[in-house]
């Protein structure tokens, strides 16, 4: 069983910076993709960025030029750096890992239990 587990979430002011880590209890370059989602009060879950096996990357446009989404393979550990925060950045990151297997590419999704990331005005 995959187990992903975040970390680096707090409070911090608007205009200020967090880095999440999420760890993975496997090799994170067994998965198509790992990726940040968010859930704020009262809205959905949304995708934040997503970087694949093969190291693309896509951001949300309301992070773009903001965050970074990025890996360290030796370590299991994808990352989010997050810059000037917005107190629209308010929500709880969850991490997560696809892998699409067999012939019908069927998607298994893995989530970590969520970080709680504060921006103050």
């Known amino acids: 069983q995959v187990q992903l587990v975040e970390s680096g979430g707090g409070l911090v002011q608007t205009g200020g910076s967090l880095r999440l880590s999420c760890a993975a209890s496997g090799s994170i370059s067994s998965f198509n993709a790992m990726g940040w989602y968010r859930k704020a009060l009262g809205k959905q879950r949304e995708v934040v960025a997503v970087i694949t096996s093969g190291g693309s990357t896509n951001y949300a446009d309301s992070v773009k030029g903001r965050f970074t989404i990025s890996t360290d393979n030796t370590k299991n550990t994808v990352y989010l750096q997050m810059n000037s925060l917005k107190p629209e950045d308010t929500a709880v990151y969850y991490c997560?890992?696809?892998?699409?297997?067999?012939?019908?590419?069927?998607?298994?999704?893995?989530w970590g239990q969520g970080t709680q990331v504060t921006v103050s005005s």
């Open positions: 997560n890992a696809a892998r699409v297997i067999g012939f019908f590419q069927k998607r298994y999704d893995y």
